[in-house]
């Protein structure tokens, strides 16, 4: 086990899923892409800092909000590594969350101010309907179909 820690300051993964609402393999998926990282004991079993409950919260919440994985190890890489993150610490990435947050809700707000024209419309037209090929993006993209949904990280 690390150095000041107590085995009374570890939490098993069983813990932290009970604590969380995760799901032991969304918590395994999560420590595979370095999201969260356990430290070991001697015996090599895998155990959670305290802290890790509010690192898997925030994931959680982050997820919620539509912020992609990789978005999420981004602003996690702000948070320090081997210390209990502090207020000023979750502070500053709750900035860079906002911040995120605050362009999903502009891009949600031009869309529904686009929507009015295409209420009983329906002709998802690459001309001139702005909810489907909003300014022209598709054109910019050259040619032909273009239209591709992505999935989801
Ligand atoms: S559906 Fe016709 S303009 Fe959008």
Redesign the pocket.
Known sequence: MTGKLSARDLLTIGDVARRTGAAVSAIRFYEEKGLIEPVRTRGNQRRFLRSDIRRLSFILIAQRLGLSLEEIALIMKGLPHGRTPTARDWRRISTTIRARVEDQIAELERTRDRLD??IG?????LD?????NPDDRLGESGPGPRQIVAPKA
Not at 128 to 132: D, G, N, R, V
């Open positions: 024209g295409c419309c329906g002709c998802l037209s001139k309907c702005a909810i489907y």
